[in-house]
């Protein structure tokens, strides 16, 4: 079988929102595969981060992919804000739309890829009749909301399964986690079927630094998918 290729992917939560576009360029030179922006509204989460005008100041900072994980109520209202910011990837929330195979069209139609994220509670079946509009499938290991909290060994089942669901489908879908993702646990999710794993806090917070911090996480899953 094929080495499924590990992305390692950054959430922006834990870094300096003094100076984004800086820490944009030391995640590019610390060898990470793209940067994902936890977008929160206050209201489908109980936190509020950034919108698309700052996503978009930071876009030349640096040359590496954007996605917006959109923790929002309503995301089909403002699609285009974030592509036209520069996200080439778009997740929504199963639970925040209330027509996702709309939404998801929506998002393909504008030119890019979309992504459905499911919340800890939500069953796979939620996403069973919509796997050929999907290019991207997030498993949240934690309740979205906040960085720094602990992962929820028990999605390790539900991860398992939705690499059943691609591969049966035959789409080429990335299977996604976020969520509590470190040292300690990306092996886990990794052997779980994850080939692309965020990681905030996991990063960020590593003692020898950022590079050092991707490396580790990135040869962690590459042991644990092989
Ligand atoms: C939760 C966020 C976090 C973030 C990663 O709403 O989506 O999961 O990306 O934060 P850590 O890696 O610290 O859990």
């Not at 139609?109 to 796997?131: H, Y």
């Not at 489908?169 to 646990?185: H, M, N, Q, R, Y």
């Amino acid at each position: 079988m094929t080495q499924e290729r590990v992305r390692i992917v950054p959430s922006v939560l834990p870094a300096d929102f003094s100076r984004l576009g800086a820490e944009c360029a030391h995640l590019e030179e610390a060898g990470v595969d793209r940067i994902q922006w936890d977008v929160m509204d206050g209201v489908f989460v109980p936190n509020l981060t950034m919108g698309p005008d700052i996503i978009a100041s930071c876009r030349k900072d640096t040359s590496l992919g954007f996605e917006a994980h959109l923790m929002i109520q309503d995301p089909e209202n403002s699609l285009s804000r974030y592509i036209d910011a520069g996200c080439e990837i778009i997740i929504v929330h199963v639970e925040a739309t209330r027509h996702l195979h709309r939404t998801l069209g929506q998002i393909r139609s504008l030119g890019a890829k979309a992504a459905v994220a499911l919340n800890p509670s939500t069953p796979i079946s939620e996403v069973e009749n919509v796997v050929d509009l999907i290019d991207l499938l997030l498993i949240m290991t934690v309740n979205p909301g906040f960085g720094g909290q602990k992962y929820i060994k028990t999605m390790e089942p539900k991860i398992r399964s939705a690499k059943e669901l691609i591969t049966k489908s035959g789409f080429d879908i990335e299977l996604e986690v976020d969520g509590g993702i470190s040292s300690a646990t990306i092996s886990g999710a990794a052997s779980s079927g994850a080939n692309t794993l965020v990681a905030g806090s996991g990063l960020f917070n590593h003692p020898e630094g950022l590079r050092a911090a991707t490396a580790e996480l990135r040869k962690l899953a590459t042991e644990a998918l092989s």
